[in-house]
């Protein structure tokens, strides 16, 4: 016997979008239940994915640091890894979280239910528990937060062991002598900088003809090119066509663009190929809500599908798959169940790939302009120019600034180095405000500290920066 309880607001899913809206709707003063299978709020991005990678990549740069110190005169000899404590260490870091989130959901009087939820129409749904128990939860208003899970290949040995993905990767069940990361991307590239400080022998297979498909070329360059150093090989237009248990580990059967397929034997294979959205939520069918070819569930700019009372927010609704687009998601449906006037809007949405060094970028990339037949005028600031690179001794990053050559308004921002992802937030917030270049070259940055490759990126612009000579462009006006 089900047992029935009301609500003005549901949310579906406690991750950073999910927890996000309902914490939103709480501070403003509506009854909210937020439903998920984890104990605590948090979702895939704090239990097994951005928190924990994140932990495991800074001791990957610290290993890293440690090795490059040798060129300073400082010798640390080879590291000594625990896995136990390692695991141990990462799994505080997601408790300590996963905690505090459920203090803050108590704090705001958000009810907490686990368990998994399943539509029951278009305002109840039926939550049930790990214990068997079911609960109706009738609500005014829902939001469907589900995320995504990994993407699958066919025809990978079923239930391998040897074969992970996203998630057992992190659980880190030992540090194989030759791994194969199947997939060029952020979590294939981030997960395989990992492994390689650890140990592994780490290959990269990726199907395109470069790294980071989608970023712009010049920044993926730097990126490659100190990865190449620590990783063993990098395979580009190559497709994996066959994967097989042999001798206690994998024979992984490539074919190279043109060329006849090869096979190489590796202890472990990570399958980093993308991620696919939760959008198949039990009675979701029962309602007008609609899911696009592409597993998307289709939404407003207020984030509220076909069906009124539910919106959806994060990884289901669409591209791109990113916790922070998701949180502010979940802001506008919160407030636009709350009876404000508000719309996911955002000229620019930050993207970052946390390896070494690292790649950011965010608004409109060469590549897009290109695709899109848009003018553009792009200034950069090298590195090598930077003093405070120099001393960091990683003179090897860019800060790029594209813009509009009429009116020298910023449309996108690309950074490649250490603390690029940091440094974005700033050429984020000058989209959005609509900053220009003199703007950007007339904002005082401390020095010396990188942020200053932004302003001289933007003093580039006019051939008018300090340390990086370019021949001058005239300032509207002059």
């Not at 202890?267 to 029962?286: E, I, M």
């Not at 220009?436 to 612009?461: C, G, K, N, R, W």
Request: proline share 5%.
């Amino acid at each position: 016997m089900a047992t029935k309880q009301g609500t003005r607001v549901a949310v579906v899913g406690g991750g950073p979008g999910g927890y996000a809206a309902a914490f939103l709707a709480a501070d403003l003063g509506l009854d909210v239940t937020l439903v998920d299978r984890e104990s605590n709020p948090g979702g895939v991005c704090l239990y097994r994915g951005c928190i924990p990678s994140k932990a495991l990549l800074h001791v990957a740069a610290l290993v890293n640091e440690a090795s490059h110190a040798e060129r300073w005169g400082v010798r640390f000899g080879e590291p000594s890894i625990d896995l136990d404590r390692l695991r141990a260490w990462k799994g505080e870091v997601v408790d300590k979280n996963t905690g505090g989130l459920g203090q803050l959901a108590r704090q705001r009087g958000v009810r907490f239910v686990q368990g998994d939820a399943a539509f029951a129409g278009a305002t109840a749904l039926e939550v049930k528990s790990g214990k068997g128990e079911v609960e109706r939860l009738e609500f005014d208003s829902a939001i469907v937060a589900t995320g995504s899970r990994p993407a699958t290949i066919p025809g990978l040995p079923a239930d391998s062991p040897l074969v992970l993905d996203s998630t057992s990767a992190l659980d880190l069940p030992d540090v194989p002598g030759r791994l194969l990361v199947i997939g060029g991307g952020y979590i294939g590239l981030e997960l395989g900088t990992v492994y390689a400080a650890l140990g592994s022998r780490v290959s990269v297979v990726e199907m395109t003809a470069g790294l980071l498909p989608g970023a712009d070329r010049d920044l993926v360059r730097i990126l490659a090119r100190e990865v190449g150093k620590r990783f063993e090989e990098i395979l580009l237009s190559t497709k994996v066509v066959g994967v097989a248990e042999e001798g206690g580990g994998l024979a992984v059967t490539m074919e190279s663009e043109g060329g006849e397929p090869a096979t190489k034997q590796y202890d472990r294979v990570l399958v980093a190929v993308g991620r696919k959205p939760n959008s198949d939520v039990p009675g979701l069918d029962r309602t007008r809500v609609v899911v696009d070819a592409k597993g998307f569930i289709e939404v407003d700019v207020q984030r509220r599908t076909a069906e009124a009372t539910i919106f959806a927010i994060g990884d289901v609704a669409g591209e791109p798959m990113l916790a922070h687009k998701a949180s502010h998601e979940g802001r506008v449906a919160a407030e636009t169940i709350a009876g404000h006037k508000v719309a996911f809007e955002p000229r620019a949405i930050p993207g970052v790939v946390f390896t070494d060094p690292e790649v950011a970028w965010c608004g409109l990339t060469e590549a897009e302009a290109e695709r899109e037949g848009t003018a553009v005028a792009v200034a950069r600031f090298p590195w090598g120019a930077s003093g405070r690179a120099g001393t960091l001794d990683r003179t090897d990053g860019v800060t790029k600034l594209v813009l509009d050559p009429g009116t020298e308004r910023i449309l996108g921002v690309g950074i490649v180095g250490p603390g690029a992802g940091e440094l974005i937030a700033e050429g984020v917030l000058a989209i959005e405000m609509g900053a220009v270049a003199s703007d950007l070259a007339m904002t005082i940055h401390p020095h010396p500290t990188l942020s200053e490759t932004l302003m001289e990126a933007a003093e580039s612009f006019f051939g008018l920066s300090t340390h990086f000579y370019r021949a001058r462009r005239m300032k509207n006006g002059e």
